[in-house]
């Protein structure tokens, strides 16, 4: 298996109308967990985040979605890149925008970003990935995710997106997932 390895510059980086375009994805997977004891348990759904290189808090894998790429594979790979996650994309839960303050470019001169963020189901976790000497992965439940989460834009595509997505009825769509 040849070794992964993260895409660097700007020169396949597309652009929409002074936006940079970004992809993301929101990774999860549900664990079993025992209630009082009994032999009864529920599934929770946990989030995957990672710490950023920039200062505190945590994200969700994200980066420039570019020009060889569709948007769907631009945010698997993020999550490969970044998480060291793989699995499916299983449903798109919108347009986010939001101003990078350390990315700004001749194409992008405010540094205005479009973010495409997916909920991504894991079936598989790198032992190694191209950022793993960069970032560290934690599990969250969907309230510690909410309280950690670095950017007010991932908080609104988890709470927003994804929770609202996953209240009307995701997980019998995820029982298809599973098979």
């Known amino acids: 298996m ?3 390895v993260a895409r660097t510059g700007r020169q396949q980086q597309r652009y929409h109308e002074g936006f940079r375009l970004i992809a993301g994805c929101i990774p999860f997977r549900f ?8 032999d009864i348990s529920r599934k929770v759904v946990e989030v995957l985040m990672i710490n950023s290189t920039s200062g505190p808090g945590l994200l969700f894998p994200k980066g420039g979605w570019e020009n060889d790429e ?14 060291g996650v793989r699995g499916d994309l299983v449903h ?19 540094g205005l970003c479009k973010a495409s963020m997916f909920a991504l189901l894991v079936k598989e976790e790198l032992d190694s990935w191209p950022e793993q000497s960069l970032r560290k992965r934690s599990w969250l439940t969907i309230p510690e995710a909410i309280e950690c989460c670095r950017h007010p834009w991932m908080r609104e595509a988890l709470e927003e997106g994804f929770l609202k997505w996953h209240a009307s009825g995701m997980t019998s769509t995820m029982n298809k997932c599973k098979d």
């Open 31 to 38: 664990r079993n967990v025992a209630e009082n004891g009994d």
């Open 92 to 110: 798109f839960l919108g347009y986010y925008l939001f101003k990078s303050k350390t990315l700004q470019d001749e194409f992008s001169p405010e």
């Open 2 to 4: 040849s070794e992964l």
């Open 70 to 83: 569709t948007v769907e594979e631009a945010a698997m790979r993020e999550a490969i890149e970044e998480a």
